[in-house]
């Protein structure tokens, strides 16, 4: 393996395959990871990776670039026309910045409302296992898009490995009226399926929720509420990052939040929210310094200057 050869994969990735730029660079690091701990066990003696150049820098300015962020005018409106079992879906990703397979697969035992925390450790995905395929028509969708919903452990991260979620006090309610309105749906351990009373569920109550009843009923929202642009559920995450983020919360108790490992990526996504954190500190220190200046210098000090 070569670098040449790394450098005709990602352009086959993104020329050929049409895959986002974002996509073929986090695959590539991916790759890039593998021969780093190959390297570091003595498997091979060379890393092809580190000649390389993949733009990871100029993806993540792109990024930036095309993050949009919803109103909370428009949020509201949104969620005014949701069927009432879903409503809640909004605030847990705007309230508490969840992405959505987070959300569908938020249960009532995460929350520990005394300390206002929402403990994130699973996700609705389509990766399950298929059972086992008895007709033609089986057989054929065992694969890619036929892959079965399930409900796992987070993706990237051991089974015990969740993050810890401040609940605003405002949301904490929203979900008390929510499970008294309309209850929870068990799910018992099995194929696909971790236990527990889960918030959502699909329509007729029989399955978990998936996404494309939240696809479909997001974009029914959206148009009853007069809404015309372009609004991804995604974005109330956006909307929840930046929200914080512009009011002084640190950027690392934000990655720890978001789920992100790297605080790099979350200041990089969100700097430009943060135009006044310069002046912030500025103000910061400003007055620490202010303050020292009229502080009498300790006794220990002082006697450090006498004897000298």
């Not at 086959?12 to 049409?18: A, K, L, Q, Y």
């Not at 925390?117 to 036929?146: H, M």
């Amino acid at each position: 393996m070569k670098p040449k050869h790394l450098n005709a994969w990602l352009k086959w990735m993104v020329g050929e395959r049409g895959y986002e730029e974002s996509t073929a660079i986090n695959r590539y690091e991916t790759l890039a990871g593998v021969f780093s701990f190959a390297v570091a066990n003595e498997y091979i003696t060379r890393n092809p990776c580190q000649h390389v150049r993949t733009g990871r820098q100029r993806v993540k300015r792109r990024v930036k670039k095309t993050i949009r962020l919803p109103t909370l005018a428009e949020i509201e409106a949104i969620e005014r026309h949701l069927p009432g079992p879903y409503k809640l879906l909004v605030w847990l990703m705007a309230g508490c910045g969840l992405r959505i397979g987070e959300a569908c697969a938020v249960t009532l035992q995460q929350f520990d409302f005394e300390s206002g925390t929402l403990y994130v450790d699973r996700q609705v995905t389509q990766d399950g296992e298929n059972e086992e395929p008895k007709t033609a028509v089986q057989k054929a969708i065992t694969k890619g898009g036929g892959r079965a919903h399930c409900i796992r452990h987070l993706k990237w991260r051991d089974l015990d490995e969740g993050r810890a979620v401040p609940v605003p006090s405002t949301i904490a309610a929203k979900v008390q009226e929510h499970v008294r309105l309309y209850g929870t749906f068990r799910v018992e351990e099995g194929l696909n399926r971790l236990e527990g009373n889960y918030l959502f569920s699909n329509i007729g109550r029989t399955n978990i929720l998936m996404y494309s009843l939240v696809d479909r009923l997001w974009r029914n929202a959206k148009k009853a509420a007069g809404i015309s642009r372009r609004i991804t559920t995604h974005w109330l995450r956006h909307f929840f990052a930046s929200a914080d983020l512009s009011k002084g919360v640190p950027v690392t108790d934000m990655a720890e939040w978001l789920g992100q490992r790297d605080p790099r990526i979350t200041h990089q996504t969100y700097a430009h929210v943060m135009p006044d954190a310069p002046e912030r500190l500025r103000s910061l220190m400003g007055a620490v310094f202010m303050m020292q200046t009229e502080l009498d210098l300790p006794l220990e000090f002082e006697a450090v200057v006498e004897a000298a």
